[in-house]
């Protein structure tokens, strides 16, 4: 006799919920079956655009083609984001994806940067990293660098229509055996003598059965909040932004292949261009401004006109206590809020499906299981609400929003991450943590966040040796980017999208 197959229920069906289904129809062989249960008259975010390279490992798994996905969301490609106003008003830097410079021997590229600086020979950072050079220019390239070896490939992720991605991914998922339930479900019932979900009820009395659910309800977080009582753990005193107010604007001619987040008075607004329309949104404290001033805010800095009325968007930042209870697992806005200035949300979602994968149960789960996966989980939030904090606390601006930053205790690793970088440039990162050093890097630097040491081995050679050193790769950089066709025409040749997106 076989075993009945291990029955996965996905409640939700957001970016969370699909991109959840798409895997598990992808990878999950016969032992199991796969349900999405979702509702139309609730709908979803839909505003999750914005996403970083890693994305592309996860199309990579599922055997997507790139350009048909380009085309089916509307996407473009995407090098880096630009914060605008963070460090003062006016200022601006990138983070860039991909490598800065070039290091020497055992020593990092960053130093002989600092050092080079001091001497007045360097050139801004920006100039050392080919995606930002890109992304400057307006030009995007896939593949190898065509002028010179010793440049690497540019990584790139994109920007999309999450209301697309939702869909495209539906259809990958239904045609691998996932069964999509419509309906608004009503009730969570729990087996009494185990504590574990066992039934979701619907508001026609269907019910759907489980033995492993995947909580991907959004913020409202029905069976690992309402049922499980996972708890939260609230951030609001470190990221006080609670609110956020989204519109679409028609495209521009400037199709820009990064991300823009520029800081105003109380919090900071996004721009992200897909091909059909430009997505943007205005992140906002409501303890600093009200409603009216962001809506206000928002529609006077859109460069092209809106499509839509705003969409107002509310949140608490912070995370699920335990992101996995019983046998629930929360995936998504399910599992808590971090808000999208490092577009990390859908790549959250993405790493914990790998989690899923790798530590997937059997009918039965063990709590070591549970354990682990809670504690990667946690750790992979702590560190990039780290790294998102880190974009406000050394600024210069004069607004109250912005002086209370400045004075915000911070996190002990965060802390510990900045006193060693303050008094040595030396910058560590734990293998499970998202972000790299060079990213540390841009923000750091691109802050003014300036340490009071580099590594004594970059005072060794002399000013003009480093200097001439400095000099080389902006050099190769410029000639690289010159003949990278733009990013407009790049799409248009590879993966421009049908007209009726537009429509
Ligand atoms: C302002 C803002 C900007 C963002 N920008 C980015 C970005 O640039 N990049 C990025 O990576 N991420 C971004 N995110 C995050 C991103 O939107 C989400 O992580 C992503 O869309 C996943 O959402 P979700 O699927 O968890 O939730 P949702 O999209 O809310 O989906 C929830 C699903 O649950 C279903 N549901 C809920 N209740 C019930 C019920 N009772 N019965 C049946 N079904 C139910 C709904 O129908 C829906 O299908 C942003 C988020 C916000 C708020």
């Given amino acids: 006799m076989t075993n009945p197959p291990i029955r996965i229920v996905i409640a939700g069906g957001g970016s969370a919920g699909w991109m959840c289904a798409a895997a598990l129809g992808r990878f999950l062989g016969a032992g199991f079956t796969v349900t999405l249960v979702e509702s139309d008259d609730i709908g979803i975010v839909g505003v999750g655009e914005a996403t970083i390279p890693q994305i592309r490992l996860f199309n990579q798994a599922l055997g997507i083609d790139e350009d048909d996905f380009v085309r089916a969301t509307g996407a473009t490609f995407k090098l880096g984001i630009e914060f605008v106003g963070w460090g003062a008003p006016g200022e601006r830097y990138m983070h860039a994806f991909g490598n800065v410079g070039r290091d020497s021997g055992l020593l990092a590229f960053h130093h002989s940067w600092l050092r080079g600086h001091r001497d007045g020979v360097a050139r801004p950072l920006g100039d050392y990293s080919l995606n930002d050079q890109a992304a400057r220019a307006g030009r995007m390239q896939r593949g190898p660098a065509r002028t010179a070896s010793v440049l690497p490939d540019m990584p790139y992720a994109f920007h999309f229509d999450a209301g697309l991605y939702a869909a495209y991914l539906r259809r990958f998922a239904e045609a691998r055996g996932v069964a999509r339930v419509e309906g608004r479900i009503v009730e969570v019932v729990r087996d009494g003598e185990s504590g574990d979900v066992a039934t979701l009820v619907l508001d026609d009395d269907r019910r759907v059965e489980g033995d492993l659910f995947l909580d991907c309800t959004g913020f409202r977080a029905l069976l690992i909040e309402d049922a499980l009582a996972a708890g939260f753990e609230d951030w609001t005193h470190w990221l006080p932004c609670d609110r956020a107010m989204a519109v679409p604007s028609a495209r521009t001619d400037d199709l820009t292949p990064y991300t823009r987040a520029s800081a105003h008075r109380a919090g900071w607004q996004w721009r992200i261009p897909l091909q059909h329309r430009t997505g943007n949104g205005i992140v906002y404290s409501s303890r600093h401004m009200s409603d009216a001033a962001a809506r206000d805010h928002l529609l006077a800095n859109l460069d092209g006109v809106p499509l839509a009325e705003p969409r107002p968007l509310r949140f608490t930042t912070g995370r699920r206590r335990e992101l996995w209870k019983a046998n629930v697992i929360a995936i998504g806005l399910a599992s808590g809020f971090l808000e999208p200035l490092e577009s990390t ?159």
């Fill in 345 to 503: 949300s859908i790549h959250m979602i993405q790493s914990a499906i790998e989690r899923v994968l790798k530590l997937l149960p059997g009918r039965s789960v063990a709590q070591s299981l549970r354990d682990e996966y809670n504690r990667q989980a946690t750790f992979e939030y702590d560190r990039i609400r780290d790294f998102i904090l880190l974009h406000y606390i050394a600024n210069r601006r004069d607004e109250r929003f912005w002086r209370e930053r400045r004075e915000t205790a911070l996190p002990d690793t965060l802390r510990a991450k900045l006193d060693l970088w303050q008094a040595s440039a030396q910058i560590t990162r734990e293998h499970e943590e998202l972000f790299t050093e060079v990213g540390w890097l841009q923000v750091l630097i691109g802050q003014g966040i300036m340490p009071d040491r580099f590594h004594p081995i970059a005072e060794t050679p002399s000013t003009d040796q480093i200097a001439e050193f400095l000099d080389i790769l902006p050099k190769l950089n410029a000639r690289e980017v010159a003949q990278m066709p733009g990013h407009a025409d790049f799409i248009a040749r590879h993966c421009a999208a049908p007209r009726e997106l537009a429509a």
